[in-house]
């Protein structure tokens, strides 16, 4: 009130305030927030891209060869899995891969309604004894295989498992399409990759020389031939066919929610998409009024 009762006073408040000293003061001040910003930025580029270059020669010297990649029929981001593959894979599992390998995390119940029905599970699960017990005088005993058994390991330890193959223990598989880089991609190249070594390299006795392999040499001898086994389905039984069963029912395996996975994907999108036309409406027709309003701060007396 004093100021408005004494206009020179109120003059000298508002160039004050209104001065170029003042404006170019925060013109500065907001100068040097951008170079900050603007080198705190520079410096941060800087670190991830020598830590990506450190990485790249890292990756440089890595004596692997990569799996190529292959066309997998689910790869695709709408894609399923080739059901009928992994019914013809657990087939390759069962004849070839079993003697060796185990899958402790999958059970009998897992192939109803994905490569089998109940009827045809059952049936797999009752061709194995399984250990169980004790019973009412405390001794074990065996029985015909249930749903709710996982499959049977081939080996009864570690010990027995690396006595029979020369010290190496072979892998479980449940998970061996996950923990492997490269995933089925690597599978495969394992699977079909065995060749003769080159001039001047040689692999110890026992060992198998694979270019895929970490170190070139493996231990375990080529598993599948042509017609090795005969499918049920008719199917030519080709390496690469093989190959590519074992590889896929192995990537079930790994990830029995991969098709429910993806469903679930588009079903989210769907409901996404409705979700933003009507965020989009909302931000146009309500919004609108609060974006275009201009406010106006009366100054104190």
């Not at 004849?95 to 999958?106: R, T």
């Not at 996982?150 to 009864?156: D, G, I, L, T, V």
């Not at 027709?285 to 007396?301: D, E, N, Q």
Request: hydrophobic letters at 40%; aromatic letters at 10%; glycine letters at 6%.
């Amino acid at each position: 009130m004093a100021a408005l009762r004494n206009p020179t006073k109120f003059l000298r408040i508002s160039t004050a305030v209104l001065s170029p000293k003042s404006n170019l003061s925060t013109a500065r001040l907001s100068r040097s927030k951008k170079l900050a910003l603007g080198a705190l930025g520079a410096a941060t580029a800087g670190a991830a891209g020598l830590a990506t270059a450190l990485t790249i020669a890292v990756s440089a010297d890595d004596a692997i060869l990569h799996p190529p990649k292959f066309p997998w029929s689910h790869r695709g981001m709408f894609q399923s899995l080739d059901h009928s593959s992994v019914r013809r894979g657990y087939q390759v599992y069962k004849d070839v891969c079993s003697a060796c390998h185990s899958m402790n995390f999958l059970a009998f119940r897992n192939l109803i309604g994905v490569s089998h029905t109940e009827a045809e599970a059952k049936t797999i699960a009752e061709e194995y004894m399984i250990k169980d017990g004790p019973d009412d005088t405390g001794e074990m005993f065996e029985r015909p295989g249930k749903l709710s058994d996982y499959f049977p390991n081939p080996y009864k330890n570690e010990e027995e498992a690396r006595a029979a193959n020369s010290g190496a223990l072979p892998p479980d598989l449940s998970y061996i399409a996950l923990a492997r880089h490269g995933s089925e991609d690597y599978l495969y190249a394992i699977l079909t990759g065995y060749c003769d070594p080159p001039a001047g390299v040689e692999v110890r006795e026992g060992l198998y020389y694979h270019p895929y392999f970490p170190g070139q040499a493996i231990a375990m001898a080529p598993a599948l031939y042509n017609e090795i086994i005969e499918y049920e389905d008719g199917t030519p039984a080709t390496l690469s066919q093989l190959a590519k069963d074992v590889c896929t029912f192995l990537r079930w395996a790994a990830e029995p929610e991969h098709d429910t996975r993806k469903l679930m994907g588009i079903k989210m999108l769907m409901i996404m998409s409705v979700l933003i036309g009507g965020a989009f409406y909302m931000k146009k027709s309500r919004w609108s009024v609060l974006k275009t309003r201009k406010i106006a701060y009366k100054p104190p007396a």
